[in-house]
């Protein structure tokens, strides 16, 4: 078996391109195409279809792809191992978060993680299905999420942070006035929910669920940055984390947040599929982690406080 044709294989389907894969990688488009055929010839099935619209897996190739995925990455995990055993602090690794989770949670880790491990390479995948990513954990596709609960994670995972929600609408929207809103305002209210190809949010699916709450059924989105953007051209309310929020309330001048009554909060998790098995890299991420999370709750108690020793000293004559 010639790994290095499988991880050409992958770059195929990945740049949708013979000439594309090509180029990345340093060969020619024909040498490529050769060693595709050849890969063809000693499996004796057919795993890319040729078009005028570029390349892709065919029926059979779509079969076997989770196995080559998990081939590459036994074949890297082998090669941490290696420098592992050497002494080097090596290896690559893959994060898989929601957009907001990545930019607002991920990225400051990952700053911290790669100045004190500069020889690890990392990876960050975006996807906004639970789901996926929990399969993406299982198959190791992925070595951590960082992300909502969720059913779907049967894996193990560690409670990082609680976030709540917000409703989020026009600042013209007659609700603006009020500094909550109440579930018994959203009834009577237009709620456009995000929407993933796995259903709601299982948080905020369960709160609409116990609160009596109804959606828009016939207009929704997979993004919630599209939702925002949705809310800005209607008079309706869209329910997301206050994590998601704040990072993208500067681009939306335009709309104000509330909090909910009765609150509704969702749990920020890290899965890996099993904390023994986890590669030198992963536990160092995994430590980088810890250390954020405890320095943020430290500077927020600080801050905490000394807002109440403000107060307590301030005196009106």
Same mark, same amino acid.
């Given at each position: 078996?010639? !790994?290095?044709?499988?991880?050409?294989?992958?770059?195929?389907?990945?740049?949708?391109?013979?000439?594309?894969?090509?180029?990345?990688?340093?060969?020619?488009?024909?040498?490529?195409?050769?060693?595709?055929?050849? #890969?063809?010839?000693?499996?004796?099935?057919?795993? #890319?279809?040729?078009?005028?619209?570029?390349?892709?897996? /065919?029926?059979?190739?779509?079969?076997?792809?989770?196995?080559?995925?998990?081939?590459?990455?036994?074949?890297?995990?082998?090669? $941490?191992?290696?420098?592992?055993?050497?002494?080097y602090n090596a290896g690559k690794l893959r994060i898989v978060?929601?957009?907001?989770?990545?930019?607002?949670?991920?990225?400051?880790?990952?700053?911290?993680?790669?100045?004190?491990?500069?020889?690890? $390479?990392?990876?960050? #995948?975006?996807?906004?299905?639970?789901?996926?990513?929990?399969?993406?954990?299982?198959?190791?596709?992925?070595? !951590?999420?960082?992300?909502?609960?969720?059913?779907y994670f049967d894996c193990e995972w560690i409670n990082l942070?609680?976030?709540?929600?917000?409703?989020?609408? %026009? @600042?013209?929207?007659?609700?603006?006035?009020?500094?909550?809103?109440?579930?018994?305002?959203?009834?009577?209210?237009?709620?456009?929910?995000?929407?993933?190809?796995?259903?709601?949010?299982?948080?905020?699916?369960?709160?609409?669920?116990?609160?009596?709450?109804? /959606?828009? *059924?016939?207009? /929704?989105?997979?993004?919630?940055?599209?939702? #925002?953007?949705?809310?800005? $051209?209607?008079?309706?309310?869209?329910?997301?984390?206050?994590?998601?929020?704040?990072?993208? *309330?500067?681009?939306?001048?335009?709309?104000?947040?509330?909090?909910?009554?009765?609150?509704?909060? /969702?749990?920020?998790?890290?899965?890996? @599929?099993?904390?023994?098995?986890? %590669?030198?890299?992963?536990?160092?991420?995994?430590?980088?982690?810890?250390?954020?999370?405890?320095?943020?709750? $430290?500077?927020?108690?600080?801050?905490?406080?000394? *807002?109440?020793?403000?107060?307590?000293?301030?005196?009106?004559?």
């Open positions: 078996m010639d !790994i290095r044709k499988y991880e050409v294989l992958l770059k195929v389907i990945d740049k949708g391109s013979f000439a594309a894969a090509a180029n990345e990688l340093g060969y020619t488009p024909s040498g490529v195409s050769q060693m595709m055929n050849a #890969l063809e010839e000693e499996c004796g099935v057919n795993l #890319l279809q040729r078009s005028n619209r570029g390349v892709q897996l /065919t029926k059979q190739g779509q079969a076997i792809y989770p196995y080559i995925l998990k081939t590459i990455n036994m074949k890297e995990k082998l090669e $941490e191992k290696f420098e592992e055993v050497k002494g978060g929601f957009s907001s989770t990545t930019c607002s949670l991920i990225l400051p880790i990952v700053q911290t993680f790669r100045r004190l491990h500069p020889k690890v $390479e990392v990876e960050i #995948l975006e996807e906004n299905s639970p789901k996926i990513m929990a399969d993406w954990i299982q198959s190791e596709v992925a070595d !951590i999420a960082i992300t909502t609960r969720s059913p942070e609680r976030h709540p929600y917000v409703a989020v609408f %026009s @600042k013209y929207h007659p609700l603006a006035i009020q500094d909550k809103i109440t579930a018994e305002q959203l009834r009577n209210e237009e709620v456009l929910m995000y929407k993933s190809a796995h259903g709601y949010d299982f948080a905020a699916g369960k709160y609409l669920n116990q609160e009596n709450i109804k /959606t828009v *059924s016939n207009f /929704t989105s997979n993004s919630n940055y599209i939702m #925002l953007h949705m809310i800005e $051209e209607t008079n309706s309310i869209c329910i997301v984390t206050k994590m998601l929020w704040d990072f993208n *309330s500067p681009m939306h001048p335009g709309l104000v947040a509330r909090p909910l009554v009765p609150a509704l909060m /969702t749990d920020i998790i890290l899965a890996v @599929k099993s904390f023994n098995d986890c %590669s030198n890299a992963a536990n160092a991420f995994i430590k980088c982690t810890k250390m954020y999370i405890k320095d943020k709750k $430290e500077k927020y108690e600080r801050y905490a406080n000394r *807002s109440l020793e403000i107060l307590e000293n301030f005196k009106i004559d």
